[in-house]
Structures are given as C-alpha cells and as structure tokens.
C-alpha cells in the first residue's frame, strides 16, 4: 500500500497506513497501488477542485478505482512542455505535495525545481533545523518519480531567487503559491530583461493548519511544522555505553542569553537534579548574593576570547567532570532518576561524551545581542563579540537529540519542556523493563 498526500516527509516507508492523517493533513488521505491510479484520481481532483482549497471534502479511502470512472476525460487540455518551481521544501506537508502534483499534472515533458539553499534559507524561522539540501532534493525526486514516472524531471539546488527560471529559453510555465505569486512576477520581469519569453503563471492557493498551535501561521507552513519539533527527538535515542543506565544524564547547552538557565529550572519543576556546572566551575565569585548566577561576571571570563575559552576549557573542565559526577551520584541517592548538567560551554568542553543525550536551545544572533545589550547594558560590539565567540546554533543543532528556542511566549517554552520530559520518561520506562 503506498500512502501518497498523508505524513509528513518519508516516501521510503510506503507501507505504513496513517489512520489520523486527515486531522493531521487537511483530512485527504490515498491508498495506492498503482502510480496511473494515482494521476487520475489527482486530474480529477483538480479538475473539480481546481486549485485544491477544499480539501475537507475530499474524505476518500479503500478502492481509489471506484472514484475514476473514465480516467481520460480528466486530463489537462493546457498542459505545456516545459515547466518550473521552486521552493525549501524541508518538512515536506500536504501543500507542497498539492505544489508538485499541479506542476506535474501542468507539464507534458518535463519539470524543474529549484531547491533553496545557503543564504536563501539563513532568514528563515529555525532555519538550524532545515534538513539538509541532499536529502530535501532526493525527497522531491522520489515523490515525483512516484506521481509522474514518465516525466522528466530537474531537481536542483539554488542560491538566489531565480535558479534556472530567468535562464532556460525553454521553459513555459512557473507554478507559485498565493505567497510566492510576486517572485513568479519578478522571474517574469528578468526573462524579458534577457529577452526570453515570459512564463505562464499558475497560482495555487495556501492551504490552512487546522492544527496550528500558540503563535503559529494560519497557513500550513514549513516554519509552523519546524516549531511544532521543538522539545521533540530530531534523532533516534541511542544508549550512550560509557554512562551508567540507571540515570538518565542530559547535556543542557546553549549559547550566551538563549534561556537556557530557564529552561534548567523547569526542568526542574519537573522533578530532574539540576547541576550548575558552573559554580562548580567558577565557585561564588560568578554568584550574586542570593545565590544566582551573575551572568555578567561569568559572560566577562567565558565569552571573552575564543583561545581564552579553549585555555579555560582544558585546565579547568577536567576537573569539574569529577565534581559533577559526585554531584549526579548524590542525586542518585535523593531518588533523582533523571540529572540535567547546565553550563554556558558543556559542548566546548566535550561534556556529551559522558551523558545520555544533548538537549539544546537556540535563538537567532541578533536576538541574543538584543537580549545582552539590555540585560547587561553591552554595546552593540561587545555583545556581538561575546555571541560571536561561542559555537554557533548550527554547530549546536548537529549533536543535539533534543533543540528548545524560547524565541516565543513562555507558555511556548513550557510546552516544549513538557514534550522534551515525556521523551525522557519513555526512555526510563523502556529501559526499566
């Protein structure tokens, strides 16, 4: 059975049947077995649906052949050869299929898309989390394979907002979204500033989240379904050989103002021992009179200076690694099954290599120094030397099981933390049995 417009992203397990995919994906779901099926159930659904904003109607399932009575009468009488799209196409969802099955459906002999990449996606929310440009064009490649097998097809990375559209003469159609409506315009504007033919532009309508949650776009957007991973494995779990398994010990990182500290103490709320690798690090010079961290004092010794922070990193880190595990162990005796370790540089100082799992938390740099200049009263150049000193959020995201922002409203975070800790606690129980 091969699940076509259902689930978000995998095309390599076709075999399994996702039973609430229409609450999860504008309620349109087919079971397939044969790719001509397919592209006459589709023609038909465009033909009666044109550009597939109701598909709440579209409540299909079981024997697709009896929904086509005669496949040929719904094919286009418009198709042209040649044509184009573009897109991110990273956490793939119902409208980007819809995308590609119209431009499919539209061209007699072959389509291009253009796959954005570099500093095309470096603006875009969570951007640390959009999967790599590799995978996101072998992805477009098997699902067009599979709706249009006789179709030839172009999928290629570009860098700017145009790719190929403003330089193949033989191009004839561009398919854009109610969104992208005005750079299929401005493709326009360059062909004929090159002297190429202008495209036909075909507009398909956004398609709304009915499952959006607190702060979300009322479209069904790539970014929407990046936030919706936040507190969610990004990984597969694996047991880490050189940690003991009857505790469960996280690696809490995050760069200068990301809201890490806050993070640690709703872990806490939650139950976990919290420990403040550095105060153990630093002692009380880095603490205010009430016991907190004074993050302008340990800001001044650990984000100064990168060869400072690896110096620092190698003399010190070693031995805080033995107060840390007396502290985990002491936990262990207090009935604390799971131990966060929270630190400004734990990833610097290769602390993963002795936890379960990395949790991260991320905000973009601009937003790090906003947050610097008025917590810390910095300049605008100090704050950015201390962000700039510090792994960046893409370095971070590549070891992370687990990524936070707290970018949001702290309900937001909250709900994160609570998704991150149902994770853990599945780990306990399976590891318990």
């Given at each position: ?206 398609i709304e989240d009915t499952n959006k949650e607190l702060g979300d776009e009322d479209k069904m957007s790539s970014s929407s379904l990046r936030k919706k991973k936040l507190g969610t494995r990004i990984k597969p779990f694996q047991m880490n050989d050189n940690v003991p398994i009857y ?84 936990f262990r005796t207090e009935g604390k099954d799971i131990v966060v370790l929270d630190a400004a540089v734990l990833l610097e100082a290769n602390w993963n290599e002795f936890c379960h799992e990395v949790w991260v938390t991320i905000i973009p740099p601009e937003e790090a120094v906003k947050?610097?200049?008025d917590r810390n009263g910095l300049q605008t150049y100090a704050a950015w030397k201390r962000v700039e000193v510090q792994f960046s959020n893409i370095e971070r995201v590549k070891v992370a099981d687990i990524v936070f922002s707290t970018l949001w409203e702290p309900e937001f975070t ?20």
């Amino acid at each position: 059975m091969r699940t076509f417009l259902s689930g978000d992203y995998n095309i390599d397990d076709l075999s399994i049947p996702l039973e609430n995919s229409f609450d999860q994906h504008c309620k349109f779901r087919i079971d397939l077995t044969n790719s001509d099926i397919l592209m006459s159930v589709l023609t038909k659904k465009c033909c009666e649906f044109s550009i597939f904003t109701k598909f709440e109607k579209l409540q299909y399932d079981g024997d697709v052949k009896g929904l086509v009575s005669n496949p040929d009468e719904f094919q286009y009488s418009n198709k042209v050869n040649h044509g184009v799209l573009g897109g991110t196409f990273d956490s793939i969802h119902v409208g980007h299929k819809l995308l590609l099955s119209e431009a499919a459906l539209r061209c007699s002999n072959s389509l291009t898309v253009g796959i954005t990449d570099g500093s095309m996606i470096e603006g875009k929310t969570l951007f640390e989390l959009i999967r790599p440009v590799n995978e996101r064009i072998e992805y477009v490649k098997k699902f067009l394979k599979l709706i249009a097998p006789s179709l030839c097809t172009k999928i290629v990375p570009i860098y700017d907002p145009f790719g190929p559209s403003i330089s193949d003469p033989n191009l004839e159609l561009i398919v854009v979204s109610d969104e992208t409506l005005k750079g299929g315009q401005r493709v326009n504007e360059k062909r004929l500033e090159k002297g190429l033919s202008p495209l036909k532009l075909h507009r398909i309508s956004l398609i709304e989240d009915t499952n959006k949650e607190l702060g979300d776009e009322d479209k069904m957007s790539s970014s929407s379904l990046r936030k919706k991973k936040l507190g969610t494995r990004i990984k597969p779990f694996q047991m880490n050989d050189n940690v003991p398994i009857y505790q469960h010990v996280i690696d809490l990182a995050g760069g200068i103002a990301s809201g890490r500290s806050s993070i640690a103490k709703r872990l806490e709320n939650l139950g976990a021992g919290i420990v403040e690798c550095d105060t153990l690090a630093f002692g009380d010079e880095i603490k205010n009179a009430n016991g907190t961290i004074n993050r302008k004092a340990l800001g001044s010794i650990v984000f100064s200076n990168r060869d400072a922070l690896n110096k620092l990193n190698s003399i010190v880190w070693p031995q805080v690694t033995e107060l840390a595990k007396a502290k985990i162990k002491k936990f262990r005796t207090e009935g604390k099954d799971i131990v966060v370790l929270d630190a400004a540089v734990l990833l610097e100082a290769n602390w993963n290599e002795f936890c379960h799992e990395v949790w991260v938390t991320i905000i973009p740099p601009e937003e790090a120094v906003k947050r610097l200049m008025d917590r810390n009263g910095l300049q605008t150049y100090a704050a950015w030397k201390r962000v700039e000193v510090q792994f960046s959020n893409i370095e971070r995201v590549k070891v992370a099981d687990i990524v936070f922002s707290t970018l949001w409203e702290p309900e937001f975070t909250q709900k994160q933390v609570i998704k991150a800790w149902d994770e853990v606690e599945k780990v306990l129980k399976s590891s318990s049995l």
